[in-house]
């Protein structure tokens, strides 16, 4: 979006879009925000949203919706078989995508649940830039591995690299030959891939990649929940991609790859997901799962009123000034963090801000979850919900010892069209303040720990008083400011 201000100390990101709904936040006192996260095991997901003030722990099916959306939610039509919301996706896809068929899932991973079932069995691997947590979890259950070659760039937490998100095709070539091709599974590309920040990949790397499957008759899947974001950033960095228009950029990428997926919670704006290809043989391979799995083909496991919105949404997903303002928020939030010193991936990506706590605690060891930490400290500083993406995020190996995470993030999401950016200034200035003060956070350890995807319900205790004693810091700093 450019719109020039007339002074450049002015300059902000501005909003296509006003606020016509707004819901009453609230922000608890600091002492009751340390006892909020105690009492979740200092796990963010397991705060109560009532004790949140920002909730920044994922922009997944949290994203405001339109008035286009919500307007059309009222005209659902609700029939198990048949139903006319499901044809209106259909058309919306046809629209965004050029693709005619579509099969419904309830949420990405219900589509990746199913795309592990049909094409991995062990001993086949899935190829992939960078793995997602659930993406990881389906493939490891049916007995496969996850081969990541994501471009080392990827792995660099401050590169000037506009697409670190790229796969590393020599890489690629050679993994797909040293295994055979009759061993890989699938490859799939993340776009906007989320582990690492959010990072972008490149039409002409995307393209790439399509082009070495084909080759080798490997099929290719594009993960899509982050491809508006992606979009954005090819339009804006990638030269090829600047006279193209958003629909071309769909369009192409629908073409090049076997299959594309996506969760509805982020592409659209809405909640659902669905798979599409326009290979009418590798549809009817998928298609089974729909019924067993999720629901019949028309809704599979959607509610018809997501339906119409995640239509509508997906269209809205083809609009440069609806999808420039999560980047440009994020773009903003980076900026105040990066220019104040505190340890940002960069360049800014899709999805949020995302803070590398190896260097905001440096001396801390990953298996007291650095991360964590951080994030529970940022809860405290400030009412605000980021979600762990380190080791703790990580799956411990078959014999029970620790994966380290390549990079321990702290990520603050950044939901499209719901905050304002005084709030984002707020964020900006609390982890300021805990910057200034890091030296008071400890580490977590154990108390209950899941065997799987142990991120979403594990329980943690802090390491000695050091939440009490950011607390007390807190007060000599703030004062009785909430
Ligand atoms: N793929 C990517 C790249 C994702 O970011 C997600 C979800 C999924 C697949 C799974 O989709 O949630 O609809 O089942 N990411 C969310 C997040 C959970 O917070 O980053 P889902």
Known sequence: MSVKFYRAENQVPLEMHKVRVVQKLTLLPVEERMRAIQAAGNNTFLLRNRDIYLDMITDSGVNAMSDRQTAAMHVADDSYAGSESFYRFKAAVKEVFGVDNVLPTHQGRAAENILATRYITPGKSALMNFHFTTTKAHVTRMGGEVIELVHKSGLEPINDEPFKGDFDLKELEETIQRLT??????????????????????????????????????????????????????????????????????????????????????????????????????????????????????YGGIDVRSIEAMAEGLLESLDMDYISHGPEFINYLVKELDD???????????????????????????????????????YIAGGIRPMERGTLSEQR????????????????????????????????????????????????????????????????????????????????DFGDSL
């Open 181 to 298: 091709p009759e061993k890989v599974g699938f490859v799939r590309v993340e776009a906007g891939t989320n582990l690492i920040g959010g990072q972008p990949v490149s039409l002409e790397n995307m393209c790439a990649v399509a082009d070495i499957c084909h080759k080798y008759g490997v099929v290719s899947v594009l993960d899509a929940s982050l491809l508006q974001d992606n979009v954005y950033f090819m339009k804006t960095r990638e030269a090829q991609c600047k006279y193209m228009s958003t629909r071309e950029i769909y369009h192409l990428l629908a073409d090049k790859m076997d299959i594309i997926y996506f969760s509805a919670r982020k592409l659209g704006f809405a909640r659902g997901g669905a798979i599409i290809s326009h290979n009418s043989d590798i549809i009817k391979g998928l298609m089974e799962f729909i019924p067993l799995f999720e629901g019949f083909l028309t």
């Open 340 to 378: 104040y010193g505190v340890p940002v991936i960069k360049p800014a990506g899709g999805l949020g801000a995302h803070i590398n706590c190896q260097e905001f605690v440096p001396d801390m060891p990953h298996n007291q979850y650095p991360a964590a930490a951080v994030s529970a400290a940022i």
């Open 397 to 476: 190996e078959p014999d029970g010892t620790e994966r380290y995470a390549e990079l321990e993030l702290a990520r603050l999401a950044v939901p499209r069209r719901v905050f304002t950016l005084s709030q984002l200034k707020y964020v900006a200035d609390r982890v300021k303040w805990l910057w200034d003060n890091r030296e008071l956070i400890g580490g977590l350890k154990w108390v209950e720990e899941p065997e799987v995807l142990r991120f979403f319900f594990g329980r943690l205790k802090e390491i000695g008083h050091w939440q009490e004693d950011l607390v007390d810091k807190f007060r000599q």
